[in-house]
T-cell receptor, first 110, second 113 residues
């Protein structure tokens, strides 16, 4: 069964304190791994797609990387506006379904 | 450009009542999805559709029905609501090219008493 596990559940950082969020996955043939950001009371917003091990994507202070079993979302010098829940999802080859993890709640303190 | 619009945004039901959630997208997307989000459970897929007139079951389909009569609309029905269906429901849509970018609505918060 396809599965996504995210850690930690919650993370508090001081402004400027870099860290990483983890997404471990089990899938029968990965088509893609996806990162989303969700603000309170809002729907998730797409950040990145990663297709193969070794691939990296960057956007402002965020950098996503992928290995054969996990993905990391690195946050460099975060700001309070980066506070949100970050969701990871996978899609297996040959399916249309996206399976989401439970997310990491990030709080960045000024 | 509205994107994905969900109605209603809030609803309170009594056990046994029925209702329909409407999702409308104006991006001409082929794929549409209904998820529910509960504390500690993340987003769980209820039903999805890969085109007009087609639907398929997701991870947690029991107690729900869906229809996709028009490409732009995806309806989620609860025939006999139960307290376990209290949740926030999200609709999402995506393109056939399927880059993984799903566009989500703002959510519909449903409470079943």
């Amino acid at each position: 069964e396809d599965q996504v596990t995210q850690s930690p559940e919650a993370l508090r950082l001081q402004e400027g304190e870099s860290s990483s969020l983890n997404c471990s996955y089990t899938v029968s043939g990965l088509r893609g791994l996806f990162w989303y950001r969700q603000d309170p009371g809002k729907g998730p917003e797409f950040l990145f797609t990663l297709y193969s091990a070794g691939e990296e994507k960057e956007k402002e202070r965020l950098k996503a990387t992928l290995t054969k079993k996990e993905s990391f979302l690195h946050i460099t010098a975060p700001k309070p506006e980066d506070s949100a829940t970050y969701l990871c999802a996978v899609q297996a080859r040959g399916t249309y379904k996206y399976i989401f993890g439970t997310g990491t709640r990030l709080k960045v303190l000024a | 450009n509205a994107g994905v619009t969900q109605t209603p945004k809030f609803r309170v039901l009594k056990t046994g009542q029925s209702m329909t959630l409407l999702c409308a997208q104006d991006m001409n997307h082929e794929y549409m999805y209904w998820y529910r989000q509960d504390p500690g459970m993340g987003l769980r897929l209820i039903h999805y559709s890969v085109g007009e007139g087609t639907t398929a079951k997701g991870e947690v389909p029991d107690g729900y029905n869906v229809s996709r009569l028009k490409k732009q609309n995806f309806l989620l029905g609860l025939e006999s609501a139960a307290p376990s269906q209290t949740s926030v429901y999200f609709c999402a849509s995506g393109e056939r090219t399927n880059t993984g970018e799903l566009f989500f609505g703002e959510g519909s918060r449903l409470t079943v008493l």
